[in-house]
């Protein structure tokens, strides 16, 4: 017996990523386009990386607030009143080491071993792996791909809940498929909570990221104070921050002192200096963001035009987001596709499986790069799509 085989079966079972299986094939390639990971291609804005230089210069590298120093939930607090046109207190967000930290003390404070979690896929992975290291039962529940996009059907969801359920894991606007809940699909999502005494963690980490106009519809639209919902979030891709693993979660003021806990006994708090940065992105960062997305949007719609004319690409014109997820006609196996296209197209692309159930059969593009790059990497994969 192998020291693998004593450790505890969750942590050993933890999935592999199937993202960083291609990129690790693919990265060293000269002239590769890397089209895999969920991030844009522009370094951190000077405005955020100068002020936690200052704050660096200024020796704020000391133990700090568990739950983010003052200045910076205040800041969240004025930059979710600007977008979500609702009044908030500093003691409804605690700063966490990105998203991911939020999601893992969501998953903590809702669910143990035993119980079930329910998220939507195809599905950005962490949620289902982090879930499943704590013990909880991942349970996919499967999103409709039809000629007017991606849909939840909401009775699908419903017959998904046993007695074990504990939460619901709402990714909306969505990585990968760029499905986002309108106001009537949220609403449904949350009668269902209320019926049956579930937690809600609400991921909506691009609600910016909309192609829209404003904003996309957000749980804080039909909430009430009492309702059970905890929302995560990321600096990672609005700022261009993804390195610096910085994000929030928003909970309940009765709730702060036990997430205060949880930072206390994971991360001990977020490093002070890299707070500077934070509040600047939020404070001087809506127009970055909007030029983001002009770009991204300009790039969708470069990929969808150029795969498109192709004739055998099935896919929804995402709205919201900025990934493409799309099937291609002849293509077998997407997994062997993805490290195929590396091999003769030079363009790094995800393969769907790596997006948990329902992810069979297709693939994900990250469009948020240079629109010459992505131009140039739309027409390579049309040229390996029409030689399959």
């Not at 990129?23 to 390639?29: F, S």
């Not at 791909?145 to 007695?163: F, H, K, L, Q």
């Not at 939020?282 to 002009?294: N, P, R, S, T």
């Amino acid at each position: 017996m192998s020291l693998i085989d004593l450790v505890r079966a969750e942590a050993r079972l933890a999935p592999v990523s199937g993202i960083e299986a291609v990129a690790n094939y693919g990265r060293d390639r000269a002239g590769l386009i890397p089209l895999w990971s969920g991030e844009g291609d522009m370094p951190t804005p000077a405005f955020i990386s100068d002020a936690a230089a200052r704050g660096l210069a200024n020796g704020e590298t000391f133990y700090t607030w568990q739950a983010g120093i003052p200045e910076l939930r205040q800041a969240i607090v004025r930059y979710h009143q600007r977008h979500f046109g609702r009044t908030f207190g500093a003691d409804e967000f605690i700063v966490t080491v990105g998203g991911m930290q939020a999601i893992t003390m969501a998953l903590e404070a809702t669910a143990g071993a035993g119980d079930e979690a329910l998220y939507l896929a195809p599905a950005w992975p962490n949620f289902a792996g982090a879930a499943g290291v704590a013990g909880v039962k991942p349970v996919p529940v499967l999103l409709d791909m039809t000629g007017n996009g991606w849909s939840c059907d909401i009775e699908r969801v419903a017959a998904a809940i046993t007695p074990r359920t504990k939460v619901i894991f709402v990714n909306s606007p969505s990585n990968p498929t760029g499905w986002t809940a309108d106001r009537e699909t949220l609403q449904a999502i949350l009668d269902l909570a209320r019926k049956h005494g579930l937690w809600i963690v609400a991921d909506e980490i691009y609600a910016l990221f909309y192609y829209g106009g404003g904003r996309a519809a957000s749980f804080m639209d039909i909430m009430e104070p009492e309702d059970k919902i905890l929302f995560v979030n990321t600096f990672s891709k609005n700022w261009a921050m993804t390195g610096w693993r910085v994000g929030w979660l928003k909970t309940h003021p009765s709730l702060s002192r036990m997430f205060e806990n949880l930072v206390q006994y994971s991360s001990s708090g977020v490093a002070q200096f890299m707070q500077r940065g934070a509040i600047a992105a939020l404070d001087e960062g809506d127009g970055f963001i909007a030029e983001q997305v002009a770009r991204a949007r300009q790039a969708r719609d470069i990929v969808c035009k150029v795969l498109g004319d192709t004739g055998r690409v099935r896919f929804c014109v995402p709205p919201a987001a900025f990934y493409l997820f799309f099937a291609v006609d002849g293509m077998k196996d997407a997994e062997k596709g993805a490290f195929d296209i590396v091999d003769k197209a030079a363009v790094g692309v995800a393969p769907g499986t790596a997006f948990c159930a329902g992810g069979e059969g297709f693939l994900r593009l990250c469009f948020h790069r240079r629109l010459d790059q992505v131009e140039e990497a739309s027409h390579r994969l049309a040229k390996w799509i029409r030689e399959l």
